[in-house]
């Protein structure tokens, strides 16, 4: 079906190389396209919230768009929280969801819903493509606009939906390759400004573009002020003598200019402390996204952070870094348990240095903010934009397409994604897949509601299951932690449960606070 070609075609000339596939009959003239075009790589996923997910994480390892195609009907509804977490995260996904034509909606057809803008404001931009119309520059035109959208600011999901009629399967339909629709993205310059303050305070969330991290160091450096870096921005794989490693732990002296860079970071501690001083803080990103849950922001610069570290003046004092330095402690308690904080701190020792880290939702991304600090990995990598357990899985598996990974996720998390255990057979590079089995949603223990007499069954959900056996189900090892080093050499995916207490692990972070806290400067 030449239609479907031109889709495929232009996507494959704008640069989109990986197209994700869940089986189904409405969707045959993309899946074909795309299966006989010489530049697309097909993936394929019998689950399409899991190859959703999967496709998020190739486009956050690869920072450009990932190509999803699902069949007519709840098909296209299962694809919603991955696409939620794209929109929310700015990952750039471009979702091509079949349909039936005109004729057929509105009828009672079987597996025909409203489709159109089904994801309403969790696109960029969303076209509805006629199902009756011979004209090649129209349907390159839209798709290049439709790419467009993916990469404006700030990037993101777009819809593109494919009414097909039948015959769906045109055997040995030959067409010819087009070209690019030349796009050109614009640049965000920042006017120079100067600050009257020698205190200042560096902030760093997970970055836009990676090559952002090191100009905002140099900046810190020059300004001798000191940085706290989420663990998502990367900054501590470039250890710098301003960077504050353990900034949760300490009482902080009083900044008065705080420069934000990126995204919110994981530390609830940090944005509690922002409100109670409320210093002038100033958010700088490309993109116009309010970063502010807090309400505490005194200003907003939209630029890139390059121009606008090399345009901004102010003064620096010296003693005010050492007074931050002076507090910094490795907040180490010797304990005969062992918790989740202690499984960071071994992994910083053991970790490849070629593997990536994807950070579960939950305690898993705040034990790694806190404890996990390896010399040297590919990066760190999670689903922040709406903090959901739902396709962790498939989202290792997707990033496991450009690097060795190491996933680290909970109990809950690995129930609600199980079925995407298989694509970890078919990862280019192989999945580390740890486990942290501590029977519930370990999270819910630092709530109040923990002290409900109905905290076990409704919120920690608490179970007896082990995972042994469902990585037996589809065929992968299973180790216990205490086996990683060996899992690592070996250089095969794999499934490694670590055992711990939820409430241990509570009770050992509390007196870490409570130690750190009292301590004396």
């Not at 100009?215 to 710098?240: G, H, K, M, Y």
Request: hydrophobic letters at 40%; glycine letters at 6%.
């Amino acid at each position: 079906m030449k239609e479907a070609f031109w889709i495929i075609d232009q996507l494959v000339q704008q640069g989109v190389r990986h197209f994700c596939v869940a089986p189904g009959s409405r969707s045959t003239p993309l899946v074909l396209a795309a299966a006989d075009h010489r530049g697309a790589k097909i993936h394929v996923h019998y689950d399409e919230r899991g190859i959703g997910f999967y496709a998020l994480g190739i486009a956050k390892a690869t920072r450009q768009p990932a190509a999803v195609i699902a069949t007519s009907g709840t098909a296209v509804g299962n694809l919603l929280p991955s696409i939620m977490e794209a929109h929310h995260t700015c990952t750039p996904l471009i979702v091509l969801t079949s349909d039936r034509p005109a004729e057929l909606r509105d009828c009672s057809a079987n597996q025909t819903t409203d489709q159109v803008k089904i994801f309403q404001s969790f696109v960029r931009w969303q076209v509805d493509l006629p199902s009756s119309l011979d004209d090649e520059r129209y349907f390159r035109s839209a798709i290049a606009q439709g790419y467009f959208y993916t990469r404006q600011n700030p990037p993101g999901p777009v819809q593109i939906n494919c009414p097909f009629r039948e015959p769906l399967y045109v055997p040995n339909s030959s067409q010819k390759e087009g070209a690019p629709i030349h796009l050109e993205f614009p640049s965000h310059r920042a006017r120079p400004q100067k600050k009257n303050a020698s205190k200042g305070l560096v902030v760093i969330g997970r970055l836009p573009h990676p090559d952002d991290l090191h100009p905002i160091l140099e900046l810190a450096n020059r300004l001798q002020w000191p940085v706290c870096a989420d663990i998502l921005s990367n900054a501590r794989l470039f250890p710098t003598d301003e960077q504050i490693l353990h900034f949760d732990w300490m009482e902080k002296p009083t900044p008065e200019l705080v420069l934000h860079f990126g995204e919110r970071v994981t530390s609830k501690r940090l944005l509690e402390w922002l409100k109670k001083i409320k210093p002038e803080y100033i958010h700088v990103s490309p993109w116009p996204v309010l970063q502010d849950s807090g309400r505490i922001l005194t200003g907003r610069v939209q630029a890139d952070a390059t121009e606008f570290c090399a345009n901004f003046e102010a003064s620096s004092d010296p003693k005010w870094l050492l007074s931050w330095k002076e507090l910094d402690r490795d907040p180490w308690i010797d304990d005969s348990s062992f918790t989740e904080a202690h499984a960071m701190r071994s992994l910083s020792g053991i970790l490849a240095s070629d593997y990536g880290v994807f950070l579960a939702n939950g305690m898993p991304i705040r034990d790694g903010d806190h404890f996990l600090f390896p010399k040297k990995c590919r990066g760190f990598f999670g689903n922040r934009g709406l903090s959901g357990i739902d396709g962790n899985i498939a989202t290792i598996a997707g990033l496991a397409e450009e690097m060795p990974l190491l996933g680290f996720i909970g109990d809950q998390a690995c129930l609600h994604d199980l079925n995407s255990l298989p694509l970890l057979k078919k990862t280019k590079h192989p999945v580390v897949l740890i486990v942290s089995n501590n029977f519930g949603g370990g999270i819910f223990s630092h709530l109040p509601i923990s002290a409900s007499p109905h905290f076990e069954t409704l919120f920690a959900a608490a179970h007896s299951w082990r995972f042994e056996k469902a990585a037996q189900m589809f065929d992968l090892p299973y180790f216990g932690f205490d086996a990683l080093p060996k899992v690592f050499e070996a250089g095969q995916s794999a499934v490694v449960e670590l055992i711990t207490d939820r409430v241990e692990n509570y009770k050992y972070q509390k007196k870490l606070s409570t130690a750190c806290l009292r301590a004396p400067a």
